[in-house]
């Protein structure tokens, strides 16, 4: 199964209003961090990116017609992505991803919002 896949599969799991709000499998494209993030991050890093998406961008995997919507389900996967990350043990890795997250809400809210992908690059090479 893919990893997109599985954020899907795990959002909707939790909620029929997020399930609910899943578009279409082919319309997911492939995760952003494959292959530059070591295997046991990819599916936290990959729900962190999603809930990133969510909040600040254009998702791959839900329909952000409800902002509020969007806006819950970009929380929950911040936070499932954040426990799936907890579950390797690398506290490391769950403070730089934590981080990463505090520094893009401030970037966009200080209109900065276009400095956050070189924080997400640097911050998924750290990971390595």
Known sequence: MSVLREVADRAAAESPLW???LLPAAKAGRPRFAGRCPERHLLGVEMIY???LLH???SRLF???DADLALLTGDYLYAAGLREICATGDL????ALA???SRCARNQGDGRGADDAALWDETVSALS
């Open 50 to 52: 999603e809930g990133y």
């Open 63 to 65: 329909s952000q017609g």
């Open 19 to 21: 399930a609910g709000a």
């Open 56 to 58: 600040y961008g254009r």
């Open 92 to 95: 490391g890795a769950v403070g």
């Open 99 to 101: 981080g990463l997250i």
